[in-house]
């Protein structure tokens, strides 16, 4: 896994206090019910996470949610692309 998207798996996994590794978390599996298992809830905290972290506005009321947080290789390169810090 390139080291980007270890660093999202890892503050993912930290923020949630999920109980799998990095290697665990495949970055095309859903986040969504099967694959990971978040739950919107999960969500709101990650987007919360990263737009502290990475400078960059996560809302919950955008349409691309859904494609953005479809994977962690989708979360990933969102964050890499719109990144202020």
Known sequence: MPVF????????IESLNLEVTTDE????????????GLDSIDVLEVALVVSKR????????????????????????HIAAQRTK
């Open 25 to 36: 978390i495949a970055l095309d599996a859903p986040l969504y019910g099967e694959g990971l």
């Open 5 to 12: 998207y270890r660093e999202i798996a890892t503050l993912m």
């Open 54 to 77: 990475y400078g960059l506005q996560l809302r919950a009321d955008s349409v691309d949610n859904q494609h953005i947080f479809s994977s962690l290789r989708h979360l990933a390169d």
